[in-house]
């Protein structure tokens, strides 16, 4: 079935980019946010740019979803729920709430994430909705979709509170940057992206699945390395940044 090769194709192209964007992204931050920069070709308003980039993970999982060749009023529709609540987030609520709607985001990486949110969206739902028996009962009691779930949640809640602290640094119409403190930034640098981390660690357990796998090893190669460059220009922005936190992981890393 033509699916299940476009399937397999996608899941080994997630997989196989990650190291590289790991490696690529270690030696050349994205130019976006803080580390915008000229040079990049066309350019987008940022707000619009994130509403392009996440939306595809909407829609294309719960087309897959409802296009499936199965009964789509069954608990399989929990899974759905679960991921749809990140990403109407991530694609509504986040870039709503910009501050700076002047800024601008390269179009380059828009169309590199629309791609991504694609695929991704593809892979999982695809495995969830086709490949794997309808969800049941005794799915959501098991011991891995309990704990995947705890992580998941956590994850979120770090993420949504770590983007406000950020978001509420500057007030009326003040520019620049501060330190943010509080929430998670007591010990870590990109909290933000610790979330965003052990969401999908947690998405990974609770779908017990390859794609699953693949989404949170694919976010740690992504993130990790923006975590990296962040505590750098923090500690080399403020003489005064605080020296006991870690970069990503508390009293860790």
Do not use: Q
Not at 77 to 104: C, D, M, N, Q, V
Request: glycine fraction near 8%; charged fraction near 15%; include cysteine.
């Amino acid at each position: 079935m033509v699916f299940d090769s476009i399937y397999f194709i996608f899941l080994a192209v997630l997989f196989g980019s990650s190291p590289l964007i790991f490696v690529a992204l270690l030696l050349v931050t994205a130019p976006y946010g803080r580390y915008n920069k000229k040079g990049w070709g066309l350019t987008l308003n940022s707000r619009i740019a994130w509403y392009l980039m996440e939306l595809p993970a909407v829609i294309t999982i719960f087309l897959v979803f409802i296009l499936g060749s199965r009964n789509y009023l069954n608990l399989s529709i929990i899974y759905l729920l679960i991921w749809e609540t990140h990403y109407i987030y991530r694609s509504f609520i986040f870039p709503g709430l910009l501050r700076g709607a002047k800024k601008t985001f390269p179009a380059v990486l828009v169309f590199f994430a629309f791609v991504f949110n694609v695929m991704n969206g593809f892979v999982n739902g695809y495995y969830l909705f086709v490949i794997e028996p309808a969800a049941s009962i005794p799915d959501f009691l098991a011991p891995h979709f309990i704990i995947g779930l705890v992580l998941f949640v956590t994850g979120l809640g770090i993420n949504i509170h770590s983007d406000k602290i950020i978001r509420l640094l500057r007030k009326g119409s003040e520019t620049g940057y501060k330190i943010p403190y509080g929430g998670f930034f007591r010990f870590v640098s990109s909290p933000n992206y610790m979330g965003e981390i052990i969401e999908w660690t947690g998405w990974a357990v609770l779908t017990w699945s390859i794609p699953g796998l693949c989404f949170a090893v694919f976010t740690f190669c992504n993130l990790a390395p923006r975590a990296v460059s962040n505590h750098k220009w923090y500690n080399e922005y403020f003489p005064d940044y605080p020296r006991e936190r870690k970069i990503l992981f508390p009293f860790i890393f």
